[in-house]
């Protein structure tokens, strides 16, 4: 297939599918900038959802496609990745049973940045080198990936209208 195809905005790196989670962990450190640099709650609303609705899909990427793709590389080290996740998760639950103007919400959510921002640090400084040192064939690995995300981003749009019949 011609690379070039795939150079658009929002096309997936197929071949490299490590540079879509970059891409995701790079949106998640702006965001938080925003998040941070504002005074405006609105502002900080605004950010954190976008954080959250984040999290939430490259969560599911790497633990639905991702961590069992490349299990093999280093299988304690993606154990340790997905207790993470998990970890996340309960405090990403109990921000659900919470509105985010909520004061203790903004307590949780730090701490869900805190957590995130250190995750994304250790899979880019002690994972993607020894995946990179592996020299798998990424292309099926990001063939499915591809195809998750396609699939979530539908399954968003179908919970949004229906979100918004209501
Ligand atoms: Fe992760
Ligand atoms: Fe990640």
Same mark, same amino acid.
């Given at each position: 297939?011609?690379?070039?195809?795939?150079?658009?905005?929002?096309?997936?790196?197929?071949?490299?599918?490590?540079?879509?989670?970059?891409?995701?962990?790079?949106?998640?450190?702006?965001?938080?900038?925003?998040?941070?640099?504002?005074?405006?709650?609105?502002?900080?609303?605004?950010?954190?959802?976008?954080?959250?609705?984040?999290?939430?899909?490259?969560?599911?990427?790497?633990?639905?496609?991702?961590?069992?793709?490349?299990?093999?590389?280093? #299988?304690?080290?993606?154990?340790?990745?997905? $207790?993470?996740?998990?970890?996340?998760?309960?405090?990403?639950?109990?921000?659900?049973?919470?509105?985010?103007?909520?004061?203790?919400a903004f307590?949780?959510?730090? +701490?869900?940045?805190?957590?995130?921002?250190?995750?994304?640090?250790?899979?880019e400084n002690?994972?993607? #080198?020894?995946?990179?040192?592996?020299?798998?064939?990424?292309? #099926?690995?990001?063939?499915?990936?591809?195809?998750?995300?396609?699939?979530?981003?539908?399954?968003?749009? $179908?919970?949004? +209208?229906?979100?918004?019949?209501?």
């Amino acid at each position: 297939m011609d690379s070039t195809m795939n150079e658009g905005n929002n096309s997936f790196p197929v071949d490299r599918p490590v540079e879509a989670l970059l891409r995701d962990h790079q949106m998640v450190r702006t965001l938080v900038e925003s998040y941070r640099n504002t005074d405006s709650d609105q502002v900080k609303i605004n950010a954190a959802e976008q954080i959250l609705m984040l999290l939430e899909t490259h969560s599911l990427l790497e633990e639905g496609v991702f961590y069992p793709g490349v299990r093999d590389v280093n #299988p304690e080290m993606i154990d340790h990745f997905e $207790q993470e996740h998990q970890k996340t998760d309960e405090m990403l639950a109990e921000l659900k049973r919470i509105s985010l103007s909520d004061p203790q919400a903004f307590t949780i959510f730090e +701490q869900v940045v805190e957590a995130t921002l250190h995750h994304i640090e250790e899979e880019e400084n002690e994972f993607f #080198p020894q995946l990179e040192q592996a020299n798998m064939d990424m292309t #099926p690995l990001g063939l499915q990936m591809q195809a998750h995300e396609a699939n979530l981003a539908h399954i968003q749009a $179908q919970a949004n +209208q229906q979100g918004a019949r209501r």
